[in-house]
């Protein structure tokens, strides 16, 4: 069975920083595109970033372009988002996603994801 795993949330000041990170077990990531979403409370699900097999492409939402870095570590099969300039308006459940596409460009669309992890809890107090 497909796992993704997600963990480094956590409680964390406004301003602060996490990384979080995006583990997969009987999954190659290196031939995957992998995404970040999040869904805060009362709110719609968000695509927040996204890189693909080659790293060449990474995508950002607006919210958080500028703050959060996506990166990928092939050789670890683990992907990770560096989220700095916390702001309380980040807090939500952070999932991370995995599908194999057929084109070379990330995405942001939920749609195209085929794996998904159960989600690490970020909470940024003001």
């Known amino acids: 069975e497909v796992q993704l795993v997600e963990s480094g949330g956590g409680l964390v000041q406004a301003g602060g920083s996490l990384r979080l990170s995006c583990a997969a077990s009987r999954f190659g990531l290196d031939d995957a595109t992998i995404g970040w979403f999040r869904r805060a409370p009362g709110k719609a699900r968000e695509g927040v970033s996204s890189i693909n097999t080659s790293g060449g492409s990474k995508y950002y939402s607006d919210s958080v372009g500028g703050r959060f870095t996506i990166s990928r570590d092939d050789a670890s099969n683990t992907v990770y988002l560096q989220m700095n300039s916390l702001k309380p308006e980040d807090t939500a459940l952070y999932y991370c996603?995995?599908?194999?596409?057929?084109?070379?460009?990330?995405?942001?669309?939920?749609?195209?994801?085929?794996?998904w992890g159960q989600g690490t809890q970020v909470i940024v107090s003001s």
């Open positions: 996603a995995a599908f194999h596409p057929n084109y070379e460009l990330a995405s942001l669309a939920p749609y195209e994801y085929s794996h």
